[in-house]
């Protein structure tokens, strides 16, 4: 089955196409809005010639889509229908720059190939497991009731794929598995899996909860945003300030951590403080969501920061020697595209690193959810 995958904000859209493992192509079309690509339709039509090439007369089956907030409703991808776009347009207050976005891009492949089934893969939806004692916030109810105020978490897609592939990896059926997942790339996150499903995890309302991001700060006292407010900040001022101008590049002045990183080694002060407060972070979220999932088999890094930075790794299991954690300092340094185990055989628990491959998971589930449909239906 050939996959079209398609995770479309705003401004870019961003395409694979992927035949079981083997990835036929892919790219990022920018500035679209702008002259030379009006409009998402536009975007498709840019990289339409290259796919005819590389297909060699054969055709897309089906077109998954990365749709960011699943709300409540959407626990499993879905076969989009009018009415699934309507329900993920329902949820645009709640998602205002990313659920419209998303729409484009499905609009936009409805409108190039009509009758192509289309999918929608939540990044919320691996997270309708937590318990209400983990989603509730402690504020009047009435603001959930009315407002939908509540912890939904995101980088769903890529905690349950690395979910799946650690305990493979490790040989533990999913459903006996307990674990602590960090998603370490611009955005991050930490999961507490239980039983192979989620039930606590760091983003929540939005993605700006948790722990410290490339631009975002992460937990904050909330009184912050109201002494601010009352010293004339705007909502777009500090929507601004805690999502693009905190985190990394708040403490640091950069929000790549590579730059970081060589800042640090160089002796910056500011940029060693930002790496110490992010892995400090981290670390009280790993022994919280430990203890969360009764005792986890292992600690698994993710995405571009916790597959790649070895020594960030070290900082973060440096701090939890009260658990029994130990990297080996070898395996830490090696490279590698498959998952490892970096930690000793003495260590309580193994630290695995295992890649995340969030359009390889989307492709996977919109083959399985098209065919699930066209057995329902034949
Ligand atoms: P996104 O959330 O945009 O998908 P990625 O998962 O690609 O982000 O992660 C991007 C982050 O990973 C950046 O901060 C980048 O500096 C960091 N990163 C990538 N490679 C390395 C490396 N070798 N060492 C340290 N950090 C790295």
Redesign the pocket.
């Known amino acids: 089955m050939i996959i079209l995958v398609i995770n479309s904000g705003s401004s870019s859209l961003k395409y694979q196409v992927r035949e079981g493992d083997d990835v036929l192509a892919q790219g990022l079309i920018e500035s679209i809005g702008e002259e030379w690509v009006p409009d998402h339709a536009a975007a498709i039509e840019h990289f339409d010639t290259e796919l005819a090439v590389i297909l060699q007369g054969k055709t897309i089956d089906a077109v998954g889509h990365r749709v960011v907030h699943g709300g409540e409703r959407f626990g499993e991808p879905v076969l989009i229908t009018p009415e699934i776009i309507r329900a993920i347009e329902r949820l645009n207050p709640l998602a205002p720059l990313h659920n419209p976005a998303n729409v484009l891009g499905i609009r936009a492949v409805a409108q190039k190939w009509p009758g192509i089934p289309q999918v929608a893969v939540f990044d919320t939806a691996f997270h309708r497991t937590l318990p209400e004692r983990a989603w509730r916030y402690a504020v009047p109810d009435e603001l959930y009731t009315k407002h939908g105020i509540r912890r939904y978490g995101f980088h769903g897609t890529s905690h349950d794929y690395v979910t799946r592939k650690a305990a493979e990896f490790l040989g533990t059926p999913r459903e006996n598995f307990n674990a602590v997942i960090a998603?370490?790339?611009?955005?991050?996150s930490v999961t507490a899996v239980r039983g192979g499903r989620s039930i606590d995890t760091s983003m929540g309302f939005t993605p700006l909860e948790g722990l410290v991001m490339?631009t975002r700060s992460g937990d904050i006292d909330p009184s912050i945003l109201l002494f601010l407010a009352r010293e004339g900040y705007s909502p777009e001022d500090l929507d601004t300030l805690l999502n693009r101008e905190s985190g990394?590049r708040g403490l640091a002045g950069t929000?790549?951590?590579?730059?970081?990183?060589k800042a640090a080694d160089g002796g910056d002060k500011a940029a060693q403080l930002a790496l110490e407060i992010a892995a400090y972070r981290l670390a009280k979220y790993v022994g919280g969501y430990h203890v969360a999932v009764g005792g986890a088999h292992a600690l698994v890094f993710?995405?571009?920061?916790?597959?790649?930075?070895?020594?960030?790794r070290s900082l973060v299991a440096g701090q939890l020697t009260a658990l029994g954690i130990e990297l080996d300092p070898d395996l830490n340094e090696l490279r590698g595209s498959s998952a490892r185990v970096v930690s000793t055989a003495g260590s309580a628990m193994p630290v695995l690193v295992v890649p995340?491959d969030?359009e390889g998971a989307i492709a996977e589930a919109t083959a399985a959810t098209v065919g699930a449909a066209a057995a329902a239906g034949s």
């Open positions: 998603h370490l790339g611009n955005g991050a490339g990394l929000n790549d951590m590579r730059s970081v990183e993710t995405a571009g920061i916790g597959e790649n930075s070895s020594s960030f995340t969030e």
